[in-house]
């Protein structure tokens, strides 16, 4: 079954929502970090529009990501921010996923998910997605790619203004407006929205609050823009469920006490400038957040631990790209220098009001202290050799230094400082064969850096209390090659990769403390492809079929050499078709296939099953009317019962997992003055 419904999906043809025809070359900022055609790129690039988001039946945009080909999101906390893993880390997806908001890194230093719901989806113009790609222009966590989200931008001379809102399922409602003002010298948007939601899962309510605002000076030579956004998010946590549990009580909370709280904000000021003979551009950007959460103990064999984290970031990015011709080709340079300055202070205690108290027998606390200073120039060559031959040379040095201690232990092993300096290139040559057909080649190196929450355990010293263990910095060597087929109505991409990891970095549960693993090796081929029928019907459908593998070495005293990693699904499938019923009727649906995988914490592979495979439909109908548009959404149509992570007890005996919700509805209205 698995086999035929890859087959469909891959002869399929098509896009969820062609908001432009294919013909057209988009522009993107990924690849270079300054604005280019689409079709230039020296590697396979997808966008998401503005318009395919409103037209998906996605009410995230880790569901909106997991429908494009390589990319798989899975709860394993309870919260909307889902995990994200491009091309097959498992558990540590989010750590080799990189992921930016107009060109400005969202990951941070700590072991949390992305912030997705801090960005309110009406404030999205685009989402540029470079696959196995990204290290040398943005630096560590680029090995299984890049995600950029381009928020929009006030346009020159145009006014708009929105208000909508939704009703669903589980008492979901949210309110969100938008306007954007703009003359032929200056203009502002501001985006905010108010969402609630009980959930499917008991003690899973979420309020979710954000306003995303930009004022942008523009004029021939230039521009210049102040981005501010803020965001705050209140989250009860319900905890897995046993395999009994799912049979009995799917929705009830394993942990009725538990909650997360998250408080952030973003101010990045950008601006680039024609200097004639190039271009310049640069950002100053600050993120400040704090996080609050409870998680009681419920075995009564410990404590409850109340933790209060608050990091702050200050960025500073400029570069140059200069364009010239030597020897007969067509040429640019872009070079430029990465400063990120990072502070962390986490304080961890059983209750809020021992945070400052010093830990006793009875009462463990914490304050974890952390910098990293991350100093980096990276230089990227393009030529054109012939009119259809491009070559892209890049590299990047960087220069880390991570310090960590708890001010609490006064230990030697309880503070530590490592510098690294690591280092990315890449190679990168298309060539096209035809007008419509093309291939293309990479290789290159990239890297991880440790995150705080890897370097220090709180329970990991040797008499069970804190320790600060330096990691090496994960490496991985990357190659891949791929073809693409594009006209007017059809496009289609396929592309094998292979990525051998040495260092990598992951959890060790026998010793609370994380460990650079023996080699691992990721490989895989994507299958994506996109075609508009008619101008009122479009199609689209991708395969991903993944094989992540130890390639030698013993974890502990077990030796693990060519073991499956786990939650990385062989194969992974996604179809989708967009309908324009009537002039203002409109259709959308997609179908989402996740294969079977190992559990967590089975890297011995002994585990007697395999977590199982689902299929989860979503659609959406949409009517307009003059200004007003109305729509309704079902997800889970078919009220498949599945989850998409869970992990395997210490004794091999059972596992724990989250169960996702059964079918649910949502009524969406939107009035644009």
Do not use: C
């Not at 790129?41 to 429908?67: R, Y």
């Amino acid at each position: 079954m698995k086999r035929s419904i890859i087959a469909v999906l891959v002869t399929a043809a098509a896009p969820l929502a062609l908001a432009q025809s294919l013909e057209e070359q988009a522009v993107i900022v990924t690849a270079t970090r300054f604005p280019e055609s689409e079709l230039e790129a020296p590697v396979g690039m997808t966008v998401i529009t503005a318009k395919q988001i409103g037209d998906s039946a996605a009410k995230t945009l880790p569901q909106l990501l997991s429908q494009q080909a390589g990319i798989l999101t899975r709860d394993n906390t309870g919260g909307p921010d889902w995990q994200i893993d491009m091309r097959g880390f498992g558990v540590t997806g989010d750590q080799n996923t990189l992921v930016l908001l107009n060109g400005q890194r969202l990951n941070e230093i700590e072991l949390t998910t992305i912030g997705w719901t801090a960005i309110p989806l009406d404030s999205i113009e685009r989402i540029e997605i470079l696959r196995g790609s990204g290290s040398v222009l943005y630096g560590g966590g680029a090995t299984g790619g890049t995600i950029n989200i381009i928020t929009k931008r006030p346009p020159p001379g145009a006014s708009t203004a929105s208000i909508g809102g939704s009703l669903g399922t589980y008492g979901t409602k949210e309110v969100r407006a938008g306007v954007s003002v703009a003359g032929q010298n200056i203009g502002f948007n501001v985006f905010a929205n108010d969402y609630a939601s009980d959930n499917y899962r008991a003690n899973n309510r979420v309020e979710q609050k954000n306003l995303s605002s930009s004022v942008r000076l523009f004029g021939p030579q230039g521009d210049l823009a102040l981005k501010v956004d803020v965001d705050s998010q209140d989250l009860r946590l319900p905890g897995a469920r046993t395999a009994a549990e799912l049979e009995t009580d799917r929705r009830g909370a394993s942990t009725p006490g538990d909650f997360a709280k998250r408080d952030g904000a973003r101010v990045a000021l950008a601006g680039s400038h024609d200097l004639g003979f190039g271009q310049f551009a640069a950002e100053l950007g600050y993120r400040d957040t704090m996080r609050t959460s409870l998680l009681k103990d419920y075995s009564g064999s410990g404590t409850d631990t109340y933790t209060d984290t608050h990091s702050k970031v200050w960025s500073f990015t400029p570069r140059l790209k200069v364009p010239y011709t030597a020897l007969g080709f067509q040429n640019s340079l872009i070079v430029g220098i990465d400063l990120d300055y990072w502070d962390y202070l986490s304080r961890r205690a059983p209750s809020r009001d021992l945070l400052d108290t010093p830990p006793s027998p009875t009462s463990p606390s914490a304050h974890v202290v952390a910098t990293q200073r991350d100093q980096a120039f990276f230089a990227q060559h393009h030529s054109a050799l012939t009119e259809g031959t491009k070559l892209t040379l890049g590299a990047r040095w960087q220069r880390t230094t991570v310090t960590a201690q708890d001010a609490f232990n006064p230990a030697a092993y309880a503070s530590g400082s490592k510098t690294s300096t690591p280092l990315a290139w890449e190679v990168a040559l298309r060539r096209d064969l035809t007008s419509s057909t093309s291939v293309y080649g990479r290789a290159g190196r990239s890297f991880r850096l440790p995150t705080v929450d890897e370097v220090y355990s709180q329970f990991g010293g040797p008499v069970f209390d804190p320790i600060v263990t330096l990691l090496e910095p994960q490496t991985s060597r990357d190659y891949e090659l791929g073809a693409e087929y594009r006209t007017a109505t059809l496009r289609l991409r396929a592309s094998a990769f292979v990525m051998n990891l040495s260092n990598e970095i992951y959890f060790f549960a026998p010793t609370f403390s994380n460990i650079n693993l023996p080699p691992t090796r990721r490989r895989g081929v994507e299958l994506d492809a996109s075609a508009a029928i008619s101008p009122a019907f479009s199609l689209f459908a991708n395969a991903s079929l993944s094989d992540a593998r130890f390639r030698d070495g013993a974890i502990g005293s077990v030796d693990v050499s060519g073991n499956v990693i786990p939650l990385v699904p062989r194969a992974k499938a996604n179809a989708g078709i967009t309908w324009q019923l009537a002039p203002k009727t409109r259709f959308s649906g997609v179908a989402r296939y996740v294969g079977t995988q190992y559990y967590d914490n089975d890297q011995t592979n002994s585990f007697p099953n395999l977590m199982p495979a689902y299929t989860v439909v979503d659609v959406k109908f949409t009517q307009t009317a003059d200004r007003l548009t109305v729509g309704i959404a079902v997800n889970n149509l078919f009220n498949k019962l599945y989850y998409s992570y869970a992990i395997r007890n210490g004794a091999g005996t059972s596992f724990n997992a989250y169960p996702q919700p059964d079918q649910t509805f949502l009524l969406t209205a939107e009035y644009r003055l």
